[in-house]
């Protein structure tokens, strides 16, 4: 395919796949930021400042920004995405409170500490011999092509099952040889930190390749893709050191993946003006000259 035909894709139609479900929601908040009051301001006060975020604040929950979430009764739309998070904390504190009511923050960090490792051996014994014994003795798949989508995913979902496990196993080890809760917790801190950005990566990863699944124009489809090839290689590039370590990865084929790296690099930027459209992003709440659409 040619550079030419890769960057003729239409960005109103990607804003559309990107906008989804919320689309009339994303757009009508388009339009408010828009307006001049929303405009940045450079050097105010403190104390100026505040207040003008306050009248922000006002304005938004006049036009209902602040309502979606809640039931129509009470003036909602009954429409909790975009209270998503709030929503999901509550289920957390509501599904750990009873057990938190009673707790000293000894016993809370234990019983967190019990949870993780609960959920992680669940996991594991919920997958399939043949998998658990891939994962243990891991090949490095020299022969797989870095640009399949299978593989990509492969290489983030191992990684999360074996970062995950490791820190739970040393949760356990931890708790189990009488030490501090607090203090194992201290002690894989950063362990734990890795483990949680695998997670997301691998989450981040699965749904750019369902939006492409899903996605039905054709020119869409490769730019995407590009997208997706460059954004899976560089994650795995940038942790190649893990990937080695563990024998998953070969210097060859460490190599290669920073060789795709480089050539969707130079590739993706003729896509580069198409796709910052594709956030429908107006220029007022750019409002700065590099960011501006060349109208030429």
Same mark, same amino acid.
């Given at each position: 395919?040619?550079a030419?035909?890769?960057t ?12 989804g ?15 001049p ?6 050097g105010?006060p403190t104390?100026?400042?505040r207040?003008r975020v306050?009248?922000w ?8 920004a ?5 039931p129509?009764?009470y ?13 999901a904390?509550?289920?957390l504190l509501?599904d750990?409170g009873?057990?938190?009511?009673d707790?000293n923050?000894v016993?809370?960090v234990?019983?967190v500490a019990?949870?993780v =490792?609960?959920?992680? =051996?669940e ?6 011999i043949a998998q658990?014994?891939?994962d243990?003795v891991p090949?490095r798949d020299?022969?797989?092509?870095v640009l399949?989508?299978?593989?990509q995913l492969?290489?983030f979902r191992?990684?999360e099952?074996h ?13 189990g ?14 362990h ?6 695998a997670?997301?990566?691998?989450l ?6 369902s ?7 054709e020119?869409l489809?490769?730019p995407?893709n590009r997208l997706c ?7 795995v590039e ?11 990865l ?7 993946i920073?060789?795709?790296v480089?050539?969707l690099c ?6 580069a ?9 107006p220029d007022a709440?750019l409002a700065a000259?590099i960011?501006l659409?060349?109208?030429?």
């Amino acid at each position: 395919m040619t550079a030419t035909a890769e960057t003729s894709f239409d960005p109103a139609a990607l804003q559309r796949l990107l906008d989804g479900r919320y689309a009339e929601v994303r757009e009508r908040a388009r339009q408010v930021l828009s307006r001049p009051e929303f405009a940045p301001v450079i050097g105010l006060p403190t104390d100026e400042y505040r207040e003008r975020v306050l009248e922000w604040a006002k304005t938004l929950a006049v036009e209902g920004a602040s309502s979606l979430g809640f039931p129509v009764e009470y003036g909602g739309s009954n429409d909790p995405g975009a209270v998503l998070m709030l929503l999901a904390a509550k289920g957390l504190l509501t599904d750990y409170g009873d057990h938190f009511d009673d707790l000293n923050p000894v016993g809370t960090v234990t019983f967190v500490a019990s949870q993780v =490792v609960e959920r992680v =051996v669940e996991r594991l014994f919920a997958r399939k011999i043949a998998q658990v014994i891939t994962d243990a003795v891991p090949s490095r798949d020299e022969h797989r092509n870095v640009l399949d989508r299978d593989y990509q995913l492969e290489l983030f979902r191992w990684r999360e099952g074996h970062v995950t496990a490791s820190v739970a196993n040393r949760f356990k080890r931890g708790l189990g040889e009488g030490y501090d809760p607090f203090e194992v917790f201290r002690a894989v801190e950063d362990h734990a930190a890795d483990a949680a950005g695998a997670h997301i990566d691998r989450l981040i990863l699965e749904a750019f390749v369902s939006a492409i699944e899903s996605c039905g124009d054709e020119q869409l489809r490769g730019p995407l893709n590009r997208l997706c090839d460059l954004y899976a290689l560089a994650n795995v590039e940038a942790d190649r050191g893990f990937f080695q370590e563990h024998g998953r990865l070969g210097s060859a084929r460490c190599k290669q993946i920073t060789r795709e790296v480089n050539r969707l690099c130079d590739e993706v930027p003729a896509q580069a003006g198409r796709l910052v459209d594709s956030f429908g992003i107006p220029d007022a709440i750019l409002a700065a000259p590099i960011g501006l659409r060349d109208e030429k």
